[in-house]
């Protein structure tokens, strides 16, 4: 059966159900790109600027210069956490894993944030303490 | 006759769907066309660059992490304003950073018990508040506890003993901190005091950001500058700023949140002994130190106060962290600011205003 020969065959409702059916779609990936794009990156900066965007979903390693020299990242099952820092307290190594929120090592000038900070769907906008 | 009457059935069919067939494939594709254009005007009224959205950006400054975060419908515009306000928190730790060799804080350190050093217009308002602190807290809040705080070292898990402190604490008095506002000048009555910004600076860069943020036009804003946070205005879904406000007995977990607040137009603060500690011989030595005793007060695990000015909040934080709960939530009440004490047994005073507003994630007693 030809598309043609297919096309004569439906209805009226069985086209309006196809084109809905294809607006629903279309809407449906908008939302879900929308909607699950926030935590999913892992932002790393150096002295304010923006060394490296990565995907939060795929394992791996990354050094970043800072102004003492080198920080590596760990990036692992939708972690992160610095394993190597040239400062003297190592506070930033001390921090460990963390899923949410971010990880800094001051003396280095090294910002490591959790998600897409454009997109702010998450429910805290800030914490004291 | 069955085969034939088939046929005509067939042909009668035929006919009824041949004589419309323009009229309904035009009106599938009208529909069609309809539907497409009403997804692309809904589309694209999301994605219209005129729609107010959040912008955030992160800078490491005082020796912290700053984060501004803009409500703005123009990427340029929310970028600019925040470059501001950044540059403002710039210079105002230039004008205050005691460990800097040209700050200002430094210069009247340097000369004190000497001459009285010309000081520019934040350095006076910085002092003029802390002094108000100080006395709202029988002197629990200090400015000049510089030289006590020298002899500690949190990383290095050093304190100093019993007789140096007391030696050290003579030189702690905020009533000696001499001001003239008319010459702009400010002395240190006794060689040896130093001032430290460090309980007030944060909160007072938090409040002129979000000056700087409004002067560029920003109609809401969040500044955060470590714990120290100014909200104004409102989300672009007409909700107040949500703040989450940490728990003393997380650890290491900053994001570990106790309670959420929603702010507006507000500040708020949280001093905690969780931030900078060493446990020695079974004991937390924290940064919090009494300027009575000179060791690390006792009473609480964490205060947090909300008002309208973060220079405040940061630094009556402080102070009634080293008051006390009893007496904390008193001088709370009488200037009329909110705020959440948990003492050293992690029970929870709060002020009447907070009890409404605030949302606690877990049991607190």
Redesign the interface.
Known sequence: MSLRELFHNTT?AD??LF??LI?LS??GI?FIKEILSDNSTVHI?V??HPAYILPLDKNRVVSVEGPQGKTVVEIKDHQVRIIESPC??KLCI???W?????V?C?PN?V?V?LGD????KK??????? | MKSRQYVVDSKQVNTKRAVPASYLQSTVYCLLLLLSTLYCLLYACSCSPNKERIFKKDRILMDTLVAITVVSDSKDNAEKAIDAAFSEIEYLEKLSNHYSSDSEITRINRNAGISEVKVSYDILKLLDKALHVSENTEGAFDVTMGPVIALYDFHKKIRPDDGMIKKTLSLVNYREIIINRDRSTVLLKRKGMLIDLGGIAKGYAADKAAETLKKQGVRSGLVAVAGDIKAFGLKPDGKPWKIGIRNPESGDKEDDIMATIELKDMAISTSGDYERFFISGGKRYHHLLDPKTGLSAQECRSVSIITKEGAFTDAFATGIFILGPEQGVKVLDKLGFEGMIIDSQGKSHLTQGIRKKIEFKRTVS
């Open positions: 009226l086209r309006i084109s809905l607006v279309l809407s908008a900066y002295d304010g003297h307290n001390q921090t460990g963390v899923r949410s929120g971010a800094v001051l000038r910002v944030t900070p454009d997109k702010h429910t805290i906008d800030a914490t004291t303490g």
